[in-house]
Every structure is written in structure tokens, then in C-alpha cells.
């Protein structure tokens, strides 16, 4: 039982920091080269709790998005879900890959959240953003991969987080 709070514990207090680096206010250079915070750490836990990070925990974290950035509600929530069972359809692949193979992937899953994201918006009449200012943010995210996946696992390691 205390496993399981403390894990949730983490998790939340991962997507609490997460979810401030996607919404605090920046400079309009900075806001371009944004990375996908929020997104990385969904797709870092749905990756590496396998059987306690599920689509629904995905889908409220990206509801939870949409709140705090004024979002149609249930898109993110909808784009998480759709890339966390991508993530639990491949697992025992993704598991598999090595940091510099899964480095590779992320950019792929984020490319399928920035699509739907912008179809949605394209139907409902809202601004797309041009392409420079939808692929930069993945090529950020992309670069930076690395080091939030070896940052929160070392915060698994020191807390014990497994998937067992």
C-alpha cells in the first residue's frame, strides 16, 4: 500500500512540475522551441510502469492539460490515451530499445499528437500554427528525451519505483 501512494505521490508531483514548465509564460522565442513537457513525462511513465501507468491515468493527466492551458477540453486527454496504447500495444518492444532507439521513437509519437492536435483545431475554426512553430517544439523534445528519461529514472531509483 505505501508503494503504491508513494508512487502515485511521484507521478503527480512529475506532472505537477511538468504541466508548470507547459503553461508558465515566456517569451515569444522561448514559446516557440517550447518542449512538450507534459507529453515526455506521460510517455515516460506509460513507458516505464507498464501495469500502473494506464490509458485512463494518460487521459487524466492530459486533461488536466487542457484545463490549465485553456485547451478544447479533451484533446490532449484524447492525444495521451492514443499514445499511451500505442505505448502498451508495443511494450514489449519499447521495453526493449535502448535509450538511443527510443530516442528515435519519441519524435514518431509526437509528430501523431501535433497532427490530431491540429486537425481538431483546423475543424473547429481555431489558428493552426505554422510548420516551423509545430516541429520545433518535437525537435526540442526530441533533444531533451535523454535527460528527462535518465532524470526520472534516477528519481525511480532513488524511491524505489518499479513496475513490479
Given at each position: ?7 502515485f ?6 506532472f505537477?512540475?511538468a504541466?508548470?514548465?507547459d503553461?508558465?509564460?515566456m ?5 516557440a ?6 507529453t515526455?513525462t506521460?510517455?515516460?511513465w506509460?513507458i ?6 494506464g490509458?485512463g491515468?494518460?487521459w487524466?493527466?492530459?486533461?488536466l492539460l487542457?484545463?490549465?492551458?485553456s485547451?478544447?477540453w479533451?484533446?490532449?486527454g ?9 505505448v502498451k500495444?508495443?511494450?514489449p518492444r519499447?521495453?526493449?530499445f ?7 521513437l519519441?519524435p514518431i ?15 473547429l475554426g481555431?489558428?493552426?500554427p ?16 535523454p535527460?528527462?528519461?535518465i ?5 525511480c ?8
Amino acid at each position: 500500500m505505501m508503494t503504491f501512494i508513494k508512487r502515485f505521490i511521484i507521478i503527480l508531483i512529475t506532472f505537477g512540475i511538468a504541466i508548470v514548465l507547459d503553461t508558465i509564460s515566456m517569451p515569444n522565442f522561448f514559446e516557440a522551441i517550447r518542449p512538450n513537457w507534459t507529453t515526455m513525462t506521460m510517455l515516460f511513465w506509460a513507458i516505464k510502469l507498464q501495469r500502473h501507468f494506464g490509458i485512463g491515468s494518460a487521459w487524466l493527466m492530459g486533461l488536466l492539460l487542457d484545463i490549465s492551458k485553456s485547451f478544447v477540453w479533451g484533446l490532449h486527454g484524447f492525444t495521451f490515451a492514443l499514445l499511451c496504447y500505442i505505448v502498451k500495444r508495443y511494450y514489449p518492444r519499447i521495453k526493449s530499445f535502448t535509450l538511443p532507439v527510443k530516442t528515435c521513437l519519441i519524435p514518431i509519437l509526437l509528430i501523431i499528437q501535433s497532427l490530431i492536435t491540429i486537425w481538431v483545431n483546423g475543424i473547429l475554426g481555431n489558428s493552426t500554427p505554422s510548420f516551423t512553430h509545430w516541429v520545433i517544439p518535437i525537435v526540442v523534445s526530441s533533444l531533451l528525451w535523454p535527460i528527462l528519461n535518465i532524470l526520472l529514472s534516477e528519481i525511480c531509483d532513488v524511491f524505489g519505483i518499479t513496475d513490479k
